[in-house]
Nanobody
Framework: QVQLVESEGGLVPAGGSLRLSCAAS????????MGWYRQAPGRGRELVAT???????NYADSVKGRFNISRDSAKNTVNLLMNSLNSEDTAVYYC?????????WGQGTQVTVSS
């Protein structure tokens, strides 16, 4: 059994920064891809950023230049540094990991940006 545990989100003023962390525990797996998705009220879940074991990254256009994803493959952790936050970034953020063609999800953490 694999569990992805995210750090707490929070309430952040517009223009502020927040760092999310996620750690995988349980069965030891080599995750091919780790990353973050988010879901805003009334919207579907969307990709925020992903990173491969080799360090290749992929960002949603809406966060490029503002967010930075990193991972420690040895520790099975992934981090998301979010800068210049705006109200459009308000959402529940989910940690994601893929291994052996199986997707794993965290429980989600709320990020609210106040204007």
């Amino acid at each position: 059994q694999v569990q992805l545990v995210e750090s707490e989100g929070g309430l952040v003023p517009a223009g502020g920064s927040l760092r999310l962390s996620c750690a995988a525990s349980g069965r030891s797996l080599r995750f091919n891809i780790m990353g973050w998705y988010r879901q805003a009220p009334g919207r579907g879940r969307e990709l925020v950023a992903t990173i491969t074991r080799g360090g290749s990254t992929n960002y949603a256009d809406s966060v490029k230049g503002r967010f930075n994803i990193s991972r420690d493959s040895a520790k099975n952790t992934v981090n998301l540094l979010m800068n210049s936050l705006n109200s459009e970034d308000t959402a529940v953020y989910y940690c994601y990991a893929n291994a052996l063609s199986t997707n794993y999800w965290g429980q989600g953490t709320q990020v609210t940006v106040s204007s």
